[in-house]
């Protein structure tokens, strides 16, 4: 039998730097002592009150088809959100729910792309980003961040990259794996490229809620970008619901139509039940996200501090999100030896950062992903390792 190439297309180029994650599932599995932290899942449940409004949904029947873009309510708290934020005139009609901001990502290229066309993206990226690229058809053109700007954007080759066929900027602020937060000089540059080039913009927020040394600025709040941004965002990093799939996608009301259009071949509308949830969700917005976002502050404080002091190792501090990056070239491995000697010796899971980007090589990312006391513990072992005890 023959299969389509789209699944092919969409392979990512580096995804083998995620088996080290099946493998230390698998050994967590089987009751071994390894720590993991080479994905964005915290080990925290989500918060007793949405998951009682879901209860409470499903027991009173919500399980029913909903519609195409999600239900006024949810879509109306989401927009209001994102006025107040940005100060921007958005409504209902500017927002179209999807199963995380993953399917947002992939929904919005099907949309906005097609063959020929060219997508300008800052690397280290999201590692999916190039696959939604390619299932439109498109290209996806990195352009790499030196290291030693701690990998801020260069504005200058973003636009040097800009070609007749360029279509649009897709980028994360802020951004995973770097956890750099944009400044608000260099979103004003993009947005003065993409109107004069007249250039879609993704803005993938997902951790916008999550800041620790920068405030987040969207850079749908700028000038004349309203109506040429498309802004991702989801409930999984801010109130710990990655399992429940929340995410939506806000821009001009065409666009949502058009993603609506694509829902019913695809989606065919999130569960009510999980709307219910994210609308509480949303409800208890100020407390839930406030916690969550000391619990990775803190979390980052006692890496860092710890991890810092180690010979060989250099760590990026982080100025939002659940992650962080760790230079680790300066033990003389590179990173596929690194982290899967680590993972040998000591039992902690970390990603080699290449995934994300050559740009990232030499760098591994480390999820702020479970309690302080066993990032300790972590840090400890990594310490043990890079100090001589490899094996």
Not at 149 to 166: G, K, N, Q, S, W
Not at 275 to 299: G, H, K, M, P, S
Not at 308 to 319: I, S
Request: with cysteine; aromatic share 6%; charged share 25%.
């Amino acid at each position: 039998m023959k299969y389509s190439n789209l699944v092919e297309r969409l392979q990512g180029r580096r995804t083998s730097a995620w088996e080290i994650h099946r493998v230390a599932q698998q050994a967590a599995a089987r009751g071994e002592d390894v720590i993991v932290l080479s994905v964005g899942d915290p080990e925290f449940s989500t918060p007793a009150p949405i998951v009682e409004r879901a209860i409470d949904a499903l027991r009173a029947g919500d399980t029913h088809y909903t519609a195409m873009a999600g239900r006024e309510p949810l879509r109306a708290a989401i927009a209001a959100e994102h006025a107040r934020t940005t100060r921007c005139d958005v409504s209902a009609a500017n927002v179209v729910l999807t199963a995380g901001a993953q399917n947002g990502v992939f929904a919005v290229s099907l949309c906005l792309l097609e063959a020929g066309d060219e997508v300008i993206v800052p690397e280290p990226m999201y590692l999916t980003y190039e696959a939604c690229v390619r299932a439109a058809g498109a290209t996806l053109v990195a352009v790499p961040v030196d290291p030693a700007r701690a990998f801020h954007v260069d504005c200058d080759a973003l636009e040097a990259a800009i070609t007749p066929r360029t279509k649009a900027i897709f980028f994360a602020t802020p951004c995973n794996p770097t956890g750099v937060v944009m400044q608000r000089a260099d979103l004003e540059r993009i947005a003065r490229l993409a109107c004069e080039h007249d250039l879609w913009v993704l803005s993938d927020e997902v951790y916008a809620e999550l800041t620790s040394e920068r405030d987040h600025v969207s850079i749908a709040s700028l000038s004349g970008m309203a109506e040429r941004t498309v802004t991702l965002g989801s409930l999984s990093k801010s109130h710990a619901m990655a399992g429940w799939r929340v995410g939506w996608t806000i821009g001009p009301a065409t666009l949502i139509e058009h993603m609506a259009r694509l829902a019913l071949a695809m989606l065919y509308g999130l569960p009510g039940f999980i709307q219910q949830a994210a609308l509480t969700a949303l409800e208890n917005r100020a407390e839930i996200v406030a916690d969550i976002r000391e619990i990775y502050r803190r979390r980052r404080d006692v890496v860092f501090e710890r991890l810092h002091r180690v010979p060989g190792l250099r760590c990026l501090l982080p100025e939002a999100g659940m992650f962080m990056m760790v230079d680790v070239s300066g033990t003389g491995l590179d990173t596929t030896e690194f982290t899967w000697q680590l993972f040998r010796a000591q039992g902690v899971a970390v990603l080699d950062a290449s995934a994300f980007g050559e740009t990232a090589n030499g760098f591994v990312r480390l999820g702020l992903v479970v309690g302080e006391d066993r990032l300790i513990e972590a840090c400890e072992r990594i310490a043990r390792f890079v100090e001589g005890g490899r094996g």
